[in-house]
């Protein structure tokens, strides 16, 4: 197996370097990431300045763009064959619910959906990264099963691991993405020149958190598997809005 392993946090952040190390036991396993932090890059595309891409040795490139810049070039010239399966992550802190909008993590999984094996996006549930260990030995139990994954349409299995010990952990459970509210309010400063300046505020607190969720299987200790993919379509609401353009039509 080959594995194209990247991440939203750089390529030598703690969570990235400690999952290679075990992915290594399954495949070839090479490294394309962002030179610096680009957590909340969400899936955007780097199209106004080249892209350069830094061998730093060992199978692993650091590229000065996006997760999905990193993704993208990989999978589009600098590879020169397809690999099997894109994982990305150890992320420094979760991704579930609305935050899979922004994350960069995610996005880095997305862009490798249709490779026949389902793309991973993993996150641990703590900026400190106390317990990466458990999520690498949650990555690792997936690994094992990874071939049998029945759907191979453009799946990204988004897992969380709880900010656990190993042993504390009661097991992987399938999840559906929960909801959060609306954001904090941005930060107001001043810069030493007198303007306004803002900082993006932190994430709403949890809203639909209830059983099934993502967030609700991390709160009772389960690593929460969400499988997710990229059609936005709001089926219940084809339907009503035909009816709505119909009478737009007359
Ligand atoms: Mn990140």
Known sequence: MKILLSNDDGYNAPGLCAVRKALQQFATVVTVAPEINRSGA???????????LHDRGGQVYSVNGTPTDCVHLALTGLLDYE????VS????GANMGDDVLYSGTVAAAMEGRFLGLPAIAVSSCSFGLEHVQSAVRAIELLFTRMTDF???TDTILNVNVPNLPWQAIKGFQTTRLGRRHKAEPVVNATDPRGHPIYWVGPPGEE?????GTDFYAIHQGYISVTPIHTDLTRYQALTETSDWLSKINE
């Open 42 to 52: 969400s899936n955007s595309l780097t199209l106004d300045q080249p892209l350069r």
């Open 83 to 86: 690999p099997d399966i894109v």
């Open 89 to 92: 992550g150890i992320n420094a």
């Open 150 to 152: 029945p759907d191979k």
């Open 207 to 211: 809203q639909d958190a209830g059983e």
